[in-house]
C-alpha cells in the first residue's frame, strides 16, 4: 500500500509539473488553448496565471520533497501538505473556475490522501 500511495502522489506532481509549464512557459503556445482562451482573454490573462503556475511550482516543491526525502516522517508530513492543497485548490477552482478541476487535481490528491492513509 506505501507503493500505491507514493504512485498516486507521484501522479499528482507530475499533473501539477505540467500545470505549470502551461501556466508560464508553454502558456502562449499550449497553454491559452487547453484553458480555452482566446488571445484576448490570454493577454489580459497571462500576467495572473504565471503567478499561479509559480504556485503551483510550491505544490510541486513540497510534493517532491514529500516523494525524495529521505527522513519518512519528514517526508510524509510534506506529502500529506501538498496533497491537501491541491485537495483544497482543486475544490476552489471547481467552484469557481471550471468544474473539470475536481477531476483534474481534487480527485487524484484525495485517492493519494486516502492511500497515504491506509498505507
Known sequence: MPLAADIA???VLVIHVYIVLL????FDSRGKRAFGLTDEAAAVLKPALSNQGCYNGF???ALAIGL???DPVTASAFKTFGLVCVTIAGVWGALTVKKSILFIQTVPAVVALVLGYLA
Open 68 to 70: 525524495f526525502y529521505p
Open 23 to 26: 501556466e508560464t512557459v508553454l
Open 59 to 61: 505544490l510541486v516543491a
Open 9 to 11: 502522489a507521484g501522479l
